[in-house]
């Protein structure tokens, strides 16, 4: 079947798998909107249980159900490992430094990243 047939084209050619494309169309669609509804439902109860760790102290366990913990927002500690590299690489060059100064070159490599609130959902095992 070449590229430049049309819809109708195709109709002609195979009418039963345009009618089978349809239905499975239709269904994938179907289940697209169900997903989204779900997803929404799913975004509510999941504020409402973030309201309610957070009323209980941030952490509370339901036997048999799952446990929550609200984990605060905080910085992530990254390091820039082509300056590492070129660091080390000019520690190696220049001979023996103190340890201070080496910490303090060290230290300027450091990057952070703030990190978001977060809300970590358990189900029990």
């Not at 929550?68 to 070129?86: E, F, M, N, R, W």
């Amino acid at each position: 079947m070449s590229d430049e047939m049309n819809t109708q084209d195709v109709q002609a050619y195979n009418p039963v798998a345009m009618d089978e494309l349809y239905d499975a169309l239709s269904h994938y669609f179907e289940i697209e909107s169900e997903i989204k509804a779900i997803e929404h439902t799913k975004a509510e109860v999941r504020a409402r249980i973030e309201i309610l760790a957070k009323d209980l102290g941030g952490k509370a366990k339901i036997d048999h159900v799952g446990s929550v913990q609200v984990v605060p927002a905080g910085v992530t500690v990254s390091y820039d490992g082509d300056l590492l590299d070129k660091l080390v690489q000019e520690l190696s060059v220049d001979g023996e430094k103190e340890k201070i100064a080496i910490a303090m070159r060290i230290m300027l490599c450091k990057k952070e990243k703030p990190r978001k609130e977060s809300l970590r959902i358990v189900g029990a095992k």
